[in-house]
């Protein structure tokens, strides 16, 4: 009888957590118009100066970007877990993380709401996300070389900004593989590259999974902030092709270590 009530429990667990999955969804994509079309209109339409109003736009979408993963949080969809936040947000800090399921972005943004960040390109075209990644201005991630300069122009203003060196998910199991892109920004602009592990367990939301193919049992999500990396000890004394390569293959290093522990 008792195991008969648990496996009834774990099937509405499951059932519970495909409808609140599913709500997740289209609550994001009407959230995305709504920011569109009536809140950030309404947030621009008051005085300030350009940046004042670009803080206020970002500050907007890191809001929307945190109620959300409070509804996923609050509804049971999975759980979630950040040790060291504190130490992110800082001017001219460039924020390197994996990128193992679709939602570790919208964590990241929602509670560091003043960061910029390198999107991918298509976002400029979807009709719920391109409001908003216009309106906060965030850099759209085109493989030029005019993004490379602009994303390190936003950190010698002093921005934060956020990057994703993978430029797509990372394949369950496998170490991360950056580009040299990240790399380069940082040579070119960062004070500081501060990288964030992030794990989720079971996998959710990687490449190759639907977002209907439910885990069986809670997601946990854990985002670890490392220790500060001095781009300095990388490129004094060396050209910035050279500084960028010992960056990268540093964070090569570090990530396979960190994330296989």
């Keep these: 009888m008792e195991l008969a009530a648990d496996n009834m429990t774990r099937r509405d667990a499951w059932a519970w957590r495909f409808v609140c999955t599913a709500l997740s969804f ?15 209109p309404v947030v621009l339409h008051w005085p300030g100066p350009p940046a004042v109003r670009r803080r206020r736009a970002r500050r907007t979408v890191g809001r929307a970007f945190w109620l959300h993963s409070q509804f996923m949080y609050r509804t049971g969809v999975l759980d979630y877990r950040f040790e060291g936040l504190e130490r992110l947000g800082r001017p001219g800090q460039m924020i390197v993380a994996n990128h193992p399921s679709l939602i570790d972005v919208v964590f990241l943004i929602g509670h560091v709401p003043d960061a910029n960040c390198i999107v991918k390109h298509s976002l ?5 996300m391109r409001g908003p ?6 850099i759209s991630n085109d493989g030029s070389a005019e993004m490379l300069e ?4 936003v950190l010698r203003e002093g921005q934060t900004l956020i990057v994703f060196p993978e430029g797509t998910r990372t394949t369950p199991g496998k170490a991360p593989v950056f580009h040299r892109g ?14 964030v592990f992030v794990t989720v367990r079971p996998t959710t939301l990687t490449k190759a999974e639907p977002w209907y193919r439910i885990p069986h049992r809670r997601v946990q999500m854990d985002f670890r902030v490392g220790d500060d990396i001095a781009v300095a000890d990388f490129s004094n004394g060396h050209p ?10 540093h964070l090569h290093a570090l990530y396979a270590r960190e994330l296989k522990a």
């Design 26 to 40: 289209a609550l994001f994509g009407i959230g995305g118009v709504m920011l569109r079309l009536l809140i950030l």
């Design 124 to 128: 400029w075209k979807n009709p719920c």
């Design 133 to 138: 990644v216009r309106v906060a201005q965030y």
């Design 150 to 153: 602009r994303a390190a122009d």
């Design 182 to 195: 990240a790399a380069a920004i940082a040579v070119r602009g960062a004070h500081t590259i501060t990288p």
């Design 240 to 249: 910035a092709p050279l500084a960028s390569r010992r960056i990268n293959e």
